[in-house]
């Protein structure tokens, strides 16, 4: 399990999701609240945003986010009208290494996920590289069942909206028969003009999700709220929510 942020709005600094507020993913790398399992994301963090080009750019540490002497410098620094933030907790036997640190970036996607597939290994990662382009399939460069879901979501076409339903009703075909084996599916994914944050699981509980509709000039999603503000909202189990840049203004859908 992870904690996770993402960010769509008017140009903010990095540091208005991890220092700034009182529980921002630097406080919720070691006083997460609403963890489904385990108790500090001490394996690594990162962040990803679009630089002066609209182009992604990430950084990442396999460092716990307190430890990592670059945070402040980079978090009063590094200024994106897009963020996304990952403090990760590493599943058991996915190894704590750059390749499976997050976020996960291509060209023209970023993504960000919190939970997992049970045993993924043995469970779904055969099933899911057959559904994979050769292309796709290995670009992949770690072993984490994140990276492995956004190769799926890199597999489908349209935008990503499209794309997130299209890959969830696949997962949720193919673990129809294995009631043993849990999907947690909390995550972001934004091509830069559309963000779609989604809570939803398969024979589980979903991850905590919520969103803020007026932060700073735009629109927070977080794992947890970053304060006691009125506005946050928790996201309801199987449901999107969709940021548009044009508007920044989130849309609810039921997923």
């Known amino acids: 399990m992870c904690r996770i942020a993402a960010y769509m709005g008017a140009p903010g600094f990095l540091n208005d999701i991890l220092l700034a ?3 921002g993913l630097s406080r919720q790398a070691w006083d997460a609240r609403e963890m489904e ?7 690594g963090w990162g962040a990803a945003w679009l630089d002066d080009d609209d182009r992604p750019a990430v950084y990442r540490n ?7 002497v670059n945070v402040e410098p980079l978090a009063r620094s590094l200024r994106s009208r897009l963020w996304l933030g990952n403090v990760r907790s590493a599943t058991p036997g996915l190894g ?36 994979l382009a050769p292309a796709v399939e290995t670009s992949i460069v770690g072993n984490t069942d994140s990276e492995y879901l956004f190769a799926l979501l890199r597999q489908q076409a349209g935008d990503p909206v499209t794309r997130v339903r299209t890959a969830i009703a696949l997962l949720r075909g193919w673990l129809a028969e294995t009631p ?17 944050a989604v809570r939803t699981a398969i024979n589980a509980r979903a ?10 000039a735009g629109t927070m999603i977080a794992s947890e709220p970053f304060d ?4 946050w909202t928790r996201i309801e189990t199987d449901t999107l929510v969709v940021v548009d840049r044009q508007s920044s203004v989130p849309v609810v859908e039921t997923l």
Do not use: K
């Open 96 to 131: 704590t290494d750059h390749a499976n640190t997050q976020p996960f970036c291509d060209e023209h996607l970023m993504f960000t996920h919190n939970g997992f597939v049970d045993r993924f290994a043995t469970t779904l990662r055969a099933r899911l590289r057959a559904e």
């Open 37 to 43: 399992s385990a108790t500090v994301n001490a394996d």
């Open 21 to 23: 507020p009182e529980h």
């Open 180 to 196: 043993d084996v849990r999907a947690l599916l909390a995550f972001v994914l934004t091509d830069g003009e559309r963000l779609v």
């Open 62 to 68: 396999i460092l716990p986010i307190w430890a990592d």
């Open 228 to 231: 006691t503000d009125s506005g």
């Open 207 to 216: 991850p905590s999700l919520y969103y803020h509709a007026d932060w700073r």
